[in-house]
Antibody, heavy 117, light 110 residues
Framework: EVQLEESGGAVVQPGGSLRLSCAAS????????MHWVRQVPGKGLEWVSL????????HYVDSVKGRFTISRDNSKNSLYLQMNSLRTEDTALYYC??????????WGQGTMVTVLS | QSALTQPASVSGSPGQSITISCTGT?????????VSWHRQHPGKAPKVMIY???NRPSGVSYRFSGSKSGSTASLTISGLQVEDEADYYC??????????FGTGTKVTVL
């Protein structure tokens, strides 16, 4: 069974940094593209970033380019999202997800990031 | 990249069929056969129901089907059941090699 467990969410001030982690199990992590998707409570889904199987390809939504960095450690079956220069509009539930370059296949339960002055 | 356009709400009675539309552009929905649909119950994580326009993942009911015409994709739920009441989001691969989600549709079972 695919399991994706996010951690690292917290309350942080604007301009601050945070690192989200996602522990993966139940599938061949090193084979899959991984995504981060966020959702403001009560609002819709927003795709944030992806990284391919070996980290050679990464993409970001324009609003986080230059501030967020996605990475992975296949030896630890783990996905990360380094978030710098956080803004109030980054407040959301952040989902870790597995899939392909073209779609999201399975979702974690999410970790909440709150940017509050 | 703008969100794909979905109707805010769709409703139907048990047993009926409903269709949710997802409108994009030639840079996303219209340009690739990489549309997926995700269902989200309140307080829960999303779950993929359709991928690559019309493919159902293992375990997803045959009552869910997808199609596409031009830059508009559609999700049809046949034999509507109470458990189908949820939010539904489409997603598409785009020409800039990122993904984009739709605005979301709340399905109500009357």
């Amino acid at each position: 069974e695919v399991q994706l467990e996010e951690s690292g969410g917290a309350v942080v001030q604007p301009g601050g940094s945070l690192r989200l982690s996602c522990a993966a199990s139940g599938f061949a992590f090193h084979d899959d593209t991984m995504h981060w998707v966020r959702q403001v409570p009560g609002k819709g889904l927003e795709w944030v970033s992806l990284i391919d199987w070996d980290g050679g390809t990464t993409h970001y939504v324009d609003s986080v380019k230059g501030r967020f960095t996605i990475s992975r450690d296949n030896s630890k079956n783990s996905l990360y999202l380094q978030m710098n220069s956080l803004r109030t509009e980054d407040t959301a539930l952040y989902y870790c997800a597995k899939g392909r370059l073209t779609w999201v296949q399975s979702w974690g339960q999410g970790t909440m990031v709150t940017v509050l002055s | 990249q703008s969100a794909l356009t979905q109707p805010a709400s769709v409703s139907g009675s048990p047993g009926q069929s409903i269709t949710i539309s997802c409108t994009g552009t030639t840079s996303d929905v219209g340009g690739y056969d990489y549309v997926s649909w995700h269902r989200q119950h309140p307080g829960k994580a999303p779950k993929v129901m359709i991928y690559d326009v019309s493919n159902r993942p293992s375990g997803v009911s045959y009552r869910f089907s997808g199609s596409k015409s031009g830059s508009t994709a559609s999700l049809t739920i046949s034999g509507l059941q109470v458990e189908d009441e949820a939010d539904y989001y489409c997603s598409s691969y785009t020409s800039t090699r990122i993904l984009v989600f739709g605005t979301g549709t709340k399905v109500t079972v009357l």
